[in-house]
């Protein structure tokens, strides 16, 4: 058997089979090798034992059914781990660069075709697909093996079952959906799953607005590294309640002298550590300085540190020496999903829930396009809208709704209730704000690159944010038509490669929203 061509034609009737998104199997299947193929046997190599487990779990009776249906005979498919076996080249395709350069192994993984992944129906456990908490209870901290003192209440177990798995458990590598403006941080989680504490990603630092599914990958981590390294202690904690447990040894410091040593101790027993929106320890010099000890007496001793936040390290009001902390291992962004993403996240969870509750249902295109049309990034907004749909749907007799009643039903679910609309005098305040420069500056004809660049963000976003038109934009700005274009082709054009300017759009963005309430 010609082994090339064996590969070929696997792959394709791999995609040929209506269970089976295409782009899952090339993302997974580049990292795979064809080694040796006869009558009857194949044998794979992948260079990562994670993607081994991974296709083992996922696709081996999809393989051994290809097989058949290619060759007529029963097949035994081997698959084992070479570490020193170079994966198929992925396409170049532009990507966030990482603070550090990243091990050669994790920012190629999953990299194969640019379309975004839809999680198949057998690939889909969770309800909340890559919803940061959507369907999960508040983040709560968990050591695997903690003193016995401890609440059991105050432990997540390990994953389980992939169709029961609820809440934190849920949310697994299995039922995130991947797409272009997460695939590098997706990458970089899955290396440090399976190589905790061993490469330049450490610590890991995930950030991006909110519902974008930071909290997704790193409950995804932890629940791989519980299932396949149970030796380990991983511990993952939202910021406010680190604060609030440091409040709380504080409090006791008065009658227990070993108060802030037991608090720090606790999590220094973790060889994972992952602290989730960490930009809710600003003004809070206390916790930080304790974490500070933590993390500089943990990183020598090879434990890994992943965090997380709603904007860049620089951007959190932190003194340097925390910035330059977070920033020591590699730092990746999560850009909001594309309509092409939010679209197979839609989809993985219908048939999510066609799945777990035996039924079948169609929504229409139509449907589809005006959810994603009208959702935000927000991908808890989105999972919120789909759940709406279906259970109307379910209450129908014929279980189907019109596009005309879907309007009706989310009419109000988009416009985000007490949200102010927008203006041009928002982001114009919000501009001004951020990068520290006047109203006159910004209207005026002041030609300093201290002036221009934060004029044009504001254009921009002016064009990109608000109901309002091109000549009107130019009036607030006393600019023509042809200035206000040259503006918004300039700052779409710079936020493609100048991954400075993507944060400082994402910054305004964030002061915006704040003003919206």
Same mark, same amino acid.
């Given at each position: 058997?010609?082994?090339?061509?064996?590969?070929?034609?696997?792959?394709?009737?791999?995609?040929?089979?209506?269970?089976?998104?295409?782009?899952?199997?090339?993302?997974?299947?580049? @990292?795979?090798?064809?080694?040796?193929?006869?009558?009857?046997?194949?044998?794979?190599?992948?260079?990562?034992?994670?993607?081994?487990?991974?296709?083992?779990?996922?696709?081996?009776?999809?393989?051994?059914?290809?097989?058949? &249906?290619?060759?007529?005979?029963?097949?035994?498919?081997?698959?084992? *781990?070479?570490?020193?076996?170079?994966?198929?080249?992925?396409?170049?395709?532009?990507?966030?660069?990482?603070?550090?350069?990243?091990?050669?192994?994790?920012?190629?993984?999953?990299?194969?075709?640019?379309?975004?992944?839809?999680?198949?129906?057998?690939?889909?456990?969770?309800?909340?697909?890559?919803?940061?908490?959507?369907?999960?209870?508040?983040?709560?901290?968990?050591?695997?093996?903690?003193?016995?003192?401890?609440?059991?209440?105050?432990?997540?177990?390990?994953?389980?079952?992939?169709?029961?798995?609820?809440?934190?458990?849920?949310?697994?590598?299995?039922?995130?959906?991947?797409?272009?403006?997460?695939?590098?941080?997706?990458?970089?989680?899955?290396?440090?799953?399976?190589?905790?504490?061993?490469?330049?990603?450490?610590?890991?630092?995930?950030?991006?607005?909110?519902?974008?599914?930071?909290?997704?990958?790193?409950?995804?981590?932890?629940?791989?590294?519980?299932?396949?390294?149970?030796?380990?202690? *991983?511990?993952?904690?939202?910021?406010?309640?680190? *604060?609030?447990?440091?409040?709380?040894?504080?409090?006791?410091?008065?009658?227990?002298?070993?108060?802030?040593?037991?608090?720090?101790?606790?999590?220094?027993?973790?060889?994972?550590?992952?602290?989730?929106?960490?930009?809710?320890?600003?003004?809070?010099?206390?916790?930080? /300085?304790?974490?500070?000890?933590?993390? /500089?007496?943990?990183?020598?001793?090879?434990?890994?540190?992943?965090?997380?936040?709603?904007?860049?390290?620089?951007?959190?009001?932190?003194?340097?020496?925390?910035?330059?902390?977070?920033?020591?291992?590699?730092?990746?962004?999560?850009?909001?999903? $594309?309509?092409?993403?939010?679209?197979?996240?839609?989809?993985?969870?219908?048939?999510?829930?066609?799945?777990?509750?035996?039924?079948?249902? *169609?929504?229409? $295109?139509?449907?589809?396009?005006?959810?994603? $049309? /009208?959702?935000?990034?927000?991908?808890?907004?989105?999972?919120?809208?789909?759940?709406?749909?279906?259970?109307?749907?379910?209450?129908?007799?014929?279980?189907?709704?019109?596009?005309?009643?879907?309007?009706?039903?989310?009419?109000?679910?988009?416009?985000?209730?007490?949200?102010?609309?927008?203006?041009?005098?928002?982001?114009?305040?919000?501009?001004?704000?951020?990068?520290?420069?006047?109203?006159?500056?910004?209207?005026?004809?002041?030609?300093? @690159?201290?002036?221009? !660049?934060?004029?044009?963000?504001?254009?921009?976003?002016?064009?990109?944010?608000?109901?309002?038109?091109?000549?009107?934009?130019?009036?607030?700005?006393?600019? &023509?038509?042809?200035?206000?274009?040259?503006?918004?082709?300039?700052?779409?054009?710079?936020?493609?490669?100048? !991954?400075?300017?993507?944060?400082?759009?994402?910054?305004?963005?964030?002061?915006?929203?704040?003003?919206?309430?």
């Amino acid at each position: 058997m010609d082994i090339e061509q064996t590969w070929t034609d696997l792959m394709r009737q791999l995609k040929s089979y209506p269970t089976i998104n295409a782009s899952q199997i090339d993302a997974f299947f580049s @990292r795979v090798q064809i080694q040796a193929a006869s009558p009857g046997f194949i044998m794979l190599t992948s260079d990562n034992a994670f993607i081994k487990d991974w296709i083992e779990k996922h696709y081996l009776k999809d393989i051994q059914k290809a097989l058949g &249906d290619l060759y007529n005979l029963d097949f035994q498919v081997l698959i084992e *781990v070479d570490p020193t076996a170079a994966a198929p080249a992925p396409a170049a395709q532009p990507a966030p660069a990482a603070t550090l350069s990243a091990p050669a192994v994790a920012p190629q993984a999953v990299q194969a075709q640019p379309t975004p992944a839809v999680t198949s129906a057998q690939d889909a456990p969770a309800p909340g697909v890559q919803s940061a908490s959507a369907g999960a209870p508040q983040p709560t901290h968990s050591v695997a093996q903690a003193e016995a003192s401890e609440p059991q209440s105050q432990k997540t177990g390990t994953s389980g079952n992939d169709n029961e798995a609820t809440g934190e458990a849920a949310l697994t590598f299995d039922s995130f959906v991947i797409g272009e403006s997460n695939r590098m941080a997706y990458n970089m989680a899955v290396e440090v799953a399976d190589r905790p504490g061993s490469s330049e990603l450490n610590p890991l630092f995930i950030y991006g607005r909110s519902g974008v599914g930071k909290t997704h990958l790193m409950c995804a981590i932890q629940n791989y590294i519980k299932e396949t390294r149970p030796e380990l202690n *991983v511990c993952y904690i939202d910021s406010m309640e680190l *604060v609030n447990r440091y409040s709380d040894a504080a409090i006791e410091k008065s009658v227990d002298k070993q108060s802030f040593k037991n608090f720090e101790g606790y999590f220094q027993q973790a060889d994972v550590l992952l602290i989730d929106d960490i930009q809710g320890l600003q003004s809070k010099p206390g916790t930080l /300085n304790a974490l500070f000890r933590i993390f /500089n007496s943990m990183i020598p001793k090879g434990k890994q540190f992943v965090f997380s936040a709603d904007r860049a390290p620089k951007n959190i009001d932190l003194d340097e020496r925390y910035v330059s902390r977070f920033n020591s291992g590699a730092t990746i962004d999560i850009q909001p999903p $594309d309509d092409e993403t939010k679209r197979n996240i839609i989809k993985s969870l219908i048939r999510h829930y066609q799945s777990r509750e035996n039924t079948s249902f *169609v929504i229409t $295109d139509e449907i589809l396009d005006y959810i994603v $049309d /009208n959702s935000s990034s927000n991908i808890r907004e989105l999972k919120s809208a789909i759940t709406n749909v279906i259970f109307a749907m379910k209450m129908n007799k014929d279980h189907t709704l019109s596009e005309g009643q879907v309007k009706e039903l989310l009419g109000n679910h988009f416009i985000g209730g007490g949200k102010k609309r927008i203006t041009i005098e928002m982001i114009q305040a919000a501009v001004e704000d951020f990068y520290g420069v006047s109203h006159k500056d910004i209207v005026g004809r002041g030609r300093a @690159r201290s002036i221009v !660049r934060p004029r044009q963000v504001a254009i921009y976003l002016c064009r990109d944010l608000s109901e309002t038109t091109l000549s009107n934009i130019g009036k607030a700005f006393n600019r &023509d038509h042809t200035t206000v274009l040259h503006s918004c082709e300039l700052i779409s054009s710079q936020m493609q490669e100048d !991954r400075n300017l993507r944060e400082e759009l994402e910054a305004v963005r964030e002061k915006i929203r704040i003003q919206q309430y």
